[in-house]
């Protein structure tokens, strides 16, 4: 119980620290950092909730690996969409990245 | 029982820790390095857990993500080293606030439901690595074959999709 | 028969023209009666020669009107059409100065044709239409002169008082038709019994009205209100006549008792109307009342069972009569007046015209070998030789008396002292056709022994009748002439000139009532119309009460249609005003809050990550709260 408690609290420190991150920064690729956190903390939960409550249910291992999944995917999209942008403005940096405005 | 909790929230901790450090620092090599170093904490504490298949898993790929965005951080950061000066950050108090409200609604969410009700029975014991493996892969061939088909289908579009965005035009 | 009808339709066609044309009306009325004359004076030819006519014409259904040509009617159409003639030719001369000669000529054609109607009829409703059509035609020329004062009401009284005689005809007539079943006169004539005792008195009554005997005799006096050629032609030798004609057709109907009535009323009206002659002041009521006398005599004749002799008297008195009467129109017109006192020497200054006068004056009262000789001794023979000689002769001898009287009365005041002349226009056909009546008078004698032969009836003779006669007659022509009129008692006089009238005559027991009835009547007739002009006039009302209302309607319907109107317009303002502003204003308020948060759209992504997390929150916030109070 208290472990699982810790583990969800680690999981929910993890979670601020990434939504800080990914709100705060202007680099494209830090804000991909924040994210990362964020569904780091995500998989801590869901390991959590499986060793704790469930281990002989596999979706949750299963529910982990789609999560990692989203994870490899996310990070090599964003940085395709990184390299268009670099080309195209010659930085990364969202602040100046408004061409959608309106 | 003991060892594991303090496995646990060393961790945790240090995955915490390094976190932080992620964004406090100026130079881009310093937070992907630390990035890094938190998943590896993660790792870590997954394999603390008893869920040993999903903390190699989480270091193996964790290392080469981190490696990966190093890369691409040199590529397109003005200043990786983060020897100038300039702020890198902004909606400061917003993020702040948005960070703290996440993190404490999660956190009071976790006490207050174990102080509350109670998870329910907390299982002792996880099963073997091996068995772990073992109905791991039942499950993905058996129960979640589709959800597993579709994320082989997600990925391939994602690289598809990627590449397609990092070619850019031909001239 | 053609040339029979023609003595009606002469006159007849001649009054149509004359009311038509409105032009020379002398001289159609004169036309009509010559043709009337020549077919008359045929007819009577042919019939002396042996023929008889008859005819029929369609009247109503079952009762078809008839007329019949025997003897007598041709007798009597004879003297009627003569005396017209003669009459009608006096007329040219004496209405020359009047203004609607038109309506006199009319008239007197008129008259002529309905008098000629009733002597040839065969029915009685013929003889019952011609009738009435002669009382009407002597209305209108009695009252001829209708605004001067005094001429209307003789008129009214006259036409009155012999309806009011007439009952006994209608009733008479009813009585025939429903014993014998058929209006023909002739076969009505074989009713025997009760019957014909009741039907000979009613017709009695209505001969004695018509003839204007007593208690009628009345009327005739008013009578003289007329011109003097309607006096002579209807109120001497014809329209009189027409009681006595009636008694004379219906004479081998009339019973014993009838007989005697007729006699006793001839009787007494010969001595009444002789003594009211006797003590006139005026000319021409002095002949209306030896009218009735010579009356008299003919219904004692019929009386005394001589119809024949009623007959020769009645001819010869039409032409008698006439010739006093158109010589009295002469005096008239020559005094301008017809009371004695004016007329006073008058045959002095015309003495062709006097003599003429006094020729007929002496062959009324009988001198021989005037016509009325012949005739006035038949009457009294006829009386001497009658069952109730008793009573009749000396009637007739006092009535012989009292003429001889009244004449020679006459002739000495027209001859004795002075007056005032004025010239008379129109002196010669007036004196013409009084010469020609006046040679009537003094030859139609002659004419009585193939009068006699043609009708078939014997004229009673005697030697005991002329001779009392020629005595009685000179009694009253020495008495006439000597004595004058002083002699009498005053309102014994009085009493006489009025005709011996008992309170107001018969004008009380017919011409009053019959006024008053009228009034009321056309009283009644005034409030009916009255009532329907009402009527009319609520109907009026109604239709502009309608009118009202129905504009009122059109009024309230455009009131709807101006509210309706106003209510779209007020619609449209409102749509226009309140729900499009309210519409564009949400619109632009759509827009507005679009534009505020397209401001969102910043296409940053920090703010596009914030706003995700944000919303990510809620809606984890909402679950956890659901989920804690689903499973709390």
């Known amino acids: 119980m208290i472990t699982l408690t810790v583990a969800l609290l680690i999981g929910a420190a993890l979670f601020g620290i990434g939504l800080y991150g990914a709100l705060s920064q202007t680099n494209l690729v830090m804000i991909m950092m924040g994210i990362e956190l964020m569904l780091g903390a995500a998989l801590v939960n869901l390991v959590a909730f499986w060793r704790f409550l469930h281990p002989d249910v596999y979706a949750g291992q299963m529910f982990f690996l789609i999560v990692m999944t989203v994870m490899a995917l996310e990070m090599a999209v964003g940085f395709g969409v990184a390299t268009a942008r670099f080309r195209a403005a010659g930085s990364v940096e969202m602040e100046e990245a408004a061409e959608l405005q309106g | 029982m003991a060892v594991r909790l303090v496995a646990v929230a060393l961790c945790g901790l240090a995955a915490v820790w390094f976190g932080i ?49 190093a890369i691409f951080m040199v590529m397109y950061m003005m200043d990786p080293g983060g020897l100038g000066q300039m702020e890198m950050t902004h909606q400061k108090r917003l993020a702040r606030g948005a960070g ?63 590449t397609a965005v990092a070619l850019g035009r031909r001239r | 028969m053609m040339v029979a009808a023609l003595a009606i339709l002469g006159p007849l066609v001649a009054a149509a023209l004359i009311l038509v044309i409105r032009r020379g009306a002398a001289a159609l009325a004169l036309g009509g009666a010559a043709v009337g004359v020549g077919a008359a004076l045929v007819t009577l030819a042919r019939v002396a020669a042996g023929g008889r006519y008859a005819a029929t014409l369609p009247g109503l259904p079952g009762l078809p009107l008839r007329l019949a040509v025997d003897p007598l009617a041709a007798v009597l159409a004879a003297t009627v059409a003569v005396v017209s003639l003669l009459v009608l030719v006096y007329a040219v001369g004496y209405m020359a100065r009047e203004a609607d000669q038109v309506r006199f000529y009319a008239g ?158 001839g009787g007494l009206t010969v001595l009444l109307t002789g003594l009211t002659a006797l003590a006139q002041g005026d000319l021409k009521r002095l002949l209306a009342a030896s009218t009735s006398s010579q009356l008299g005599f003919m219904l004692l004749a019929v009386g005394a069972g001589s119809p024949g002799a009623a007959i020769a008297h009645l001819v010869a008195h039409a032409a008698m009569k006439g010739a006093l009467f158109l010589g009295a129109g002469v005096f008239q017109h020559a005094r301008g007046s017809t009371v004695f006192a004016a007329l006073a020497g008058v045959g002095r200054a015309h003495r062709r015209v006097y003599a003429g006068f006094a020729l007929a004056g002496l062959a009324l009262v009988g001198v021989p070998p005037l016509a009325g000789f012949w005739s006035k001794d038949a009457i009294l023979a006829a009386t001497f030789a009658s069952p109730h000689r008793a009573a009749l002769a000396p009637l007739a001898i006092l009535g012989t008396a009292l003429t001889g009287a009244y004449v020679a009365r006459a002739l000495r005041l ?157 619609t449209r303002r409102t749509d226009e005003r309140g729900i499009d502003r309210l519409i564009a204003a949400l619109v632009r308020a759509t827009r507005d809050l679009g534009a505020r948060v397209r401001r969102l759209q910043t296409g940053l992504v920090h703010r596009q990550l914030a706003l995700a997390a944000g919303g990510a929150l809620l809606l984890l916030a909402f679950l956890v709260v659901g989920g804690l109070l689903a499973g709390g």
């Not at chain 2, 039942?138 to 990627?162: D, N, P």
């Not at chain 3, 009741?198 to 005739?220: E, I, M, N, R």
């Open chain 3, 108 to 265: 007197m054609a008129g008259f002529s044709a309905a008098m000629q109607g009733l002597v040839l009829a065969d029915d009685w409703l013929l003889l019952l239409a011609c009738w009435e059509l002669i009382a009407l035609a002597s209305y209108l020329l009695i009252g001829f002169w209708f605004d001067r004062p005094g001429a209307r009401e003789p008129a009214t009284r006259a036409f009155l008082t012999t309806r009011a005689a007439d009952y006994g005809l209608y009733l008479g007539i009813f009585a025939l038709v429903a014993a014998t079943g058929t209006t023909a006169i002739g076969p009505s004539l074989g009713a025997r019994g009760g019957v014909a005792t009741v039907a000979g008195l009613l017709l009695t009554l209505a001969a004695l009205g018509k003839a204007g005997q007593v208690p009628f005799h009345g009327w005739l006096q008013d009578a003289m209100a007329g011109p003097t050629p309607v006096s002579a032609l209807l109120h001497s030798a014809t329209l009189v006549a027409a009681g006595a004609i009636l008694l004379l057709r219906v004479a081998p109907l009339l019973p014993g008792t009838v007989l005697l009535v007729i006699g006793l009323a």
């Open chain 2, 21 to 69: 450090r992620v964004f406090r620092t100026r130079s881009m090599v310093r937070s992907a390095l630390a990035l890094l170093f938190a998943m590896a904490a993660l790792g870590g504490l997954f394999l603390a857990l008893e869920a040993e298949f999903l903390g190699v898993l989480q270091l193996m790929m964790m290392a080469t993500e981190m490696a990966v965005m």
């Open chain 2, 100 to 162: 703290a409200l996440g993190g404490l609604g999660a956190a009071a969410l976790a006490v207050g439901l174990a102080l509350g009700g109670g998870w329910g029975p907390i299982s002792a014991a996880a099963p073997s690595p091996a068995a772990q493996n073992h109905d791991l892969g039942i499950e993905l061939m058996e129960r979640s074959m589709m959800i597993f088909e579709t994320a082989g289908v997600t990925i391939l579009v994602a690289m598809v999709a990627a």
């Open chain 3, 414 to 570: 027209l001859w004795h002292g002075t007056g005032r002349d004025e010239p008379v226009v129109g002196l010669a056909p007036m004196g013409a056709a009084l010469a020609g009546l006046a040679a009537l008078a003094a030859t139609l004698g002659a004419a009585f022994r193939p009068l006699q032969d043609l009708l078939g009836v014997t004229l009673p003779e005697g030697t005991v009748a002329p001779v009392v006669g020629l005595v009685a007659a000179a009694a009253g022509l020495a008495l006439g002439w000597g004595v004058p009129a002083g002699r009498f008692p005053a309102p014994a006089r009085a009493w006489a000139a009025a005709g011996f009238r008992l309170g107001d005559g018969l004008g009380g027991l017919a011409v009053t009532p019959t006024l008053a009835l009228a009034l009321a009547l056309d009283g009644l007739d005034r409030r009916l119309d009255g009532a329907v002009r009402g009527v009319g006039r609520g109907a009026l009302a109604a239709a502009a009460a309608a009118r009202a209302v129905d504009t009122g309607a059109y009024a309230a319907i455009g009131g709807v249609g101006w509210a309706s109107l106003a209510l779209a317009r007020a």
